[in-house]
Structures are given as C-alpha cells and as structure tokens.
C-alpha cells in the first residue's frame, strides 16, 4: 500500500473531503421534497378555490335561469287567469301563454 491515495475513487474522495458532500446532497434532496410537496399544495389549494369559484358563478347562472323560468310560467299563469275570466277561448289563452290546455282548466 503506498502512502499516497487516488482522489478519484471514492476511498480518496472521502479522506479528501469527507462526507460532508453527502450531506449536504441529503439537505438538498430533502429541500427539494418539501418544496415539491408546499408546491403542490399550493397548487392544489388554488384548484379547490378557482373550482369553488367557477362552481359558484356556475350555481348563479342555474339558478339565474330557474328563476327566470319560473316567474316566466307565473306570469303565463296569471295573464291566462285574467284572460278565463275575461271570456277569451281556451285557444287564445294557449296562443298567447304557451300553456297547456289542461293547465288553462286548473285556473
């Protein structure tokens, strides 16, 4: 055995600098994980709120339309009411209101 060793191998790389560089590897791999993971946290956080959101103006528009369906067919309701009781035919009603015959005879 000489008393001089080769840097290049790992034997002379560890008497040369010791595992330090391991270390220090180990920190950065861990660095690495932990941000990847507050990453997609993040990520997923900014999902869950932008879905949220878009599911709301979503749920707005729905229910924007129902309603607008529904006092639609209640005003429908209302002028064939008055219409029945100012004498008009089951037909005018129909024309005008677009309701059915069988909801014109409930009134």
């Known amino acids: 055995m000489s ?4 840097p290049y191998t790992d034997f002379g790389f560890k008497k040369l600098f010791g595992t ?3 270390k220090v590897q180990w ?3 861990n660095a690495m ?3 990847e993971k507050k990453g997609f946290f993040k990520g997923k956080e900014e999902g869950v ?3 949220l959101e878009k599911g709301r103006e979503q749920g707005e528009k729905i229910g924007i339309e129902k309603g607008r369906l529904e ?4 005003a429908g309701l209302e002028n064939a009411r008055k219409m029945k ?3 008009f035919s089951v037909e005018d009603i ?4 677009g309701l059915s015959p069988d909801e014109i005879k409930n009134l």
């Open 20 to 22: 330090e560089l391991n």
């Open 94 to 97: 129909i024309d005008v209101t």
């Open 71 to 74: 006092g639609e067919k209640k």
């Open 49 to 51: 709120k932008i879905g």
């Open 33 to 35: 994980e932990d941000s």
């Open 85 to 87: 009781l100012k004498g």
């Open 27 to 29: 920190d950065i791999t």
């Open 3 to 6: 008393k001089y060793f080769n």
